[in-house]
């Protein structure tokens, strides 16, 4: 059975396309075949009256197609309703095929289309689509809002309706703002907001409609990037800077002296102030020189600095303070920047993820299991499913992890997700007063329970234990000093000792730096005969995985068999039902070779020591990922054209195999995890990504349950 569900906003202002984004994403974590269908495209509200200037808001339906506004309202003109709809169920007929659940974006109710709600009443019951309505309080108290909801639910049949299911509440606890008004004050949240009383709202009680959601207001899932606020304003760029990445989440319109502007300057707020304001221009790029990381500077009145100006302000400008002019005076340029919509960008990935995620965690888990009741035909791990399933097993593991690498930006800022996240308690290496200075100067909140470590304090601890270990290598007190110099070998030494549960590194530090310790303490497990390695390749569909593709140059048969069994146990821990398919240049005994019989009789040893397993070689790529070719060169193979783990024959291989498709089809991996250690440590790439960092960590959390 298909669910289909639309999603209709009580009034502007609901945020339907991010709770359509977070269903979206909740439902791919469950592992659904989940589309997004909008069968009527409306124009962004980031509209410049003058200039007719447009923002390109996020499109979820990628593969649909819609009918326009204009189209719509031409054929509702000339009494063609039903045309409409005929042609609205057309397209969704042709987009349902093969998804277990549709979720269809209603229209959204302004001044210029008062008739919204018919409109998404006709197409709701044309589709025979179920109703969530999704609605922000405003500025109503809990008994108005439920009012307003039951007025609503008017349109649709009334609360009583069997296809009007229930009710996301979105943006709780949002501050007072306009009607399009962007970035309220921070000082105007709500201390005292209880959430108690939204869910104890009689409107949930005894009937079928139900409260789906309640997601909280955050004022960093509608910053915007300093590039948006450009784009919208088509303002002149004076200094480009950081702006494609740069947020703001306030706004302070200046034309106060310097002693009483100080105050406002703060990380991630976006200035506003006359082009002539010279002191206030100085005093703004001495802030950001000084480490506050501001959103950004605008100049009104057209004016702009003279060169003298400009060269005092050099430094501040090449460390990446955007710097915008406009025409308008301050007056006018407020108005202009508070009618700008925060609807997300296609362009900005970072923030969709962060929505999508957020909303995600808030829906209503007993309503998303109902989702996945008939939808277990399928075993195949997308990649939502599988972070989500990592975020899941972390969180049930609660390790500490401990990161060498403590003064990198990109790792306090993983640290500080995990903590607020519970995907780990983490603990940083390195200089505590360098560490919060860097977290202050990047607007980083830092949790309570994320620990940091200085070096200097805790380094003679591990001298003696770090030489009884190794004294059979002829380790001295001298040169054990020395070497945990390198806060990875002490990190090292304090996984050794029990003190952490794991260890992520390589942000900084190369692979060989923070193996090579891991190899000499930590050593390989019991039951292990070698380290290798795996990378979860995230295809659009699935997770494969790779082994090995880090450590093992030149395995032999035996090795390569071991290394079969162990990525198969890691892809099983991580709920991949793992098919093994061993890879050669040849598929069965088509080809001969030294090459070729290693992989068959690494194959032969792995299924005698595993026969638990399903693991098939000598297999080439095509024949071990495609059905087609599976069906002609290995017709009767368990593995063929659907495997999920694929051990390569030696590090040649391998490494090139992954780097080739990660590159060529734009994947992301995450990797390379550890395997055969006797306690989880794992690597980065040195061009690891915040989130790289934090699912690595999660990995290794899991592990860490995994080798106790």
């Known amino acids: 059975m298909q669910h289909k569900i639309m999603l ?10 991010s709770v359509s984004l977070g269903l979206l994403h909740a439902c791919q974590q469950k592992g659904i075949r989940v589309g997004h269908f909008k069968p009527i495209s409306q124009p962004s509200r980031n509209s410049m009256a003058k200039k ?5 808001a996020i499109s979820l339906s990628q593969n649909s197609t819609s009918v326009s506004l204009s189209y719509v309202e031409e054929k509702m003109g000339d009494g063609q309703h039903s045309a409409v709809l005929e042609e609205i169920v057309a397209n969704f007929n042709d987009f349902k095929k093969n998804l277990d659940v549709v979720v269809i974006e209603g229209l959204v109710p302004t001044p210029r289309q008062p008739y919204a709600g018919r409109i998404n009443r006709d197409v709701a019951q044309a589709l025979s689509a179920d109703i969530v309505l999704v609605a922000s309080p405003g500025n109503d108290t809990a008994e108005e809002f439920e009012d307003r909801i039951e007025v609503s639910a008017e349109t649709y049949g009334g609360i009583n309706n069997k296809h009007l299911i229930g009710c996301v509440i979105n943006k709780l606890n949002c501050p007072d703002q306009d009607e399009y008004g962007i970035l309220p004050k921070e000082e105007e949240i709500q201390s005292d907001f209880n959430l108690n009383d939204w869910l104890s709202l009689d409107i949930f009680k005894g009937r079928k409609f139900d409260l789906l959601g309640t997601v909280m207001w955050e004022i960093d899932l509608i910053a915007p990037r300093v590039c948006d606020i450009s784009n919208y304003l088509d303002a002149k760029v004076l200094n480009e800077g950081e702006m494609a990445h740069r947020r703001f989440r306030s706004v302070a319109f200046c034309a106060r002296t310097v002693s009483n502007l100080v105050s406002y300057l703060v990380p991630g707020r976006l200035i506003v102030t006359p082009g002539d304001r010279t002191d206030i221009i100085i005093a703004t790029c001495l802030s950001a020189l000084n480490g506050t990381k501001l959103g950004g500077l605008i100049l009104t009145n057209g004016f702009e600095p003279s060169e003298q100006v400009w060269e005092l302000c050099k430094q501040a400008l090449d460390a990446g303070l955007p710097v915008l002019s406009v025409p308008w005076d301050t007056w006018q340029t407020s108005r202009h920047i508070m009618s700008f919509n925060p609807e997300i960008p296609q362009d900005d990935i970072q923030r969709q993820e962060k929505v999508k995620q957020h909303v995600a965690d808030n829906l209503n888990s007993a309503w998303l299991e109902k989702l996945t009741a008939k939808n277990n035909s399928y075993n195949l791990l997308s990649p939502p499913a599988f972070r ?39 603990l940083l290496i390195g200089n505590k007063e360098e560490i919060l200075q860097i977290a202050e100067h990047q607007g980083i909140h830092l949790p309570d329970s994320l620990l940091i470590a200085d070096p200097e304090d805790i380094r003679d601890n591990y001298v003696a234990p770090m030489v009884e270990l190794r004294k059979n290598k002829g380790l001295t007190d001298v040169v054990a000093q020395e070497q945990l110099k390198d806060n990875v070998v002490l990190g090292t030494m304090m996984l050794q000792m029990d003190e952490v549960d794991g260890l992520v590194s390589g942000a900084v530090n190369t692979t060989a730096n923070t193996i ?52 198969a146990d890691s892809a099983k821990a991580f709920d991949i039902e793992p098919r093994v398919a061993m890879i050669s240049y040849s598929t069965g005994s088509s080809g001969l070779g030294a090459n070729v019989e290693k992989v068959a009789e690494a194959t032969r040893l792995a299924k005698a020591k595993r026969p638990d397993l399903i693991i098939d070689g000598p297999l080439q790529y095509d024949a071990a990922i495609m059905e087609n070719v599976a069906k002609k060169k290995a017709p009767n193979s368990p593995v063929a054209g659907r495997a999920t783990v694929f051990v390569f024959p030696d590090l040649n291989t391998g490494n090139t195999t992954y780097k080739a498709v990660q590159r060529s089809a734009d994947l992301v991996s995450i990797g390379p995890m550890l395997q055969g250690m006797n306690k989880p440590v794992n690597d980065l790439s040195r061009g690891a990504l915040v989130d790289d960092i934090v699912y690595t960590i999660a990995l290794t959390a899991i592990q860490a349950t995994m080798s106790r």
């Open 388 to 426: 989500h399933k990592l975020t899941e097993l972390s969180r049930k593991a609660n390790k500490l992890i401990v990161l060498p690498e403590g003064t990198d930006i990109r790792t306090i800022k993983a640290a500080a997700i995990c903590c607020e996240r519970k995907i780990a308690r983490c």
């Open 516 to 567: 090579r310790p891991a190899l000499q303490l930590i050593k390989t497990a019991p039951d292990s005969s070698l380290v290798s390695s795996i990378f979860f390749m995230l295809l659009p569909d699935q997770v494969l995985v790779y082994g090995d593709c880090a450590i093992n140059p030149e395995p032999n048969a035996e090795q390569l068999a071991d290394i079969a069994i162990q990525s």
């Open 52 to 56: 007719n200037k447009t923002i390109d």
């Open 8 to 17: 209709i906003p009580v009034g502007a202002g609901a945020g339907l396309t």
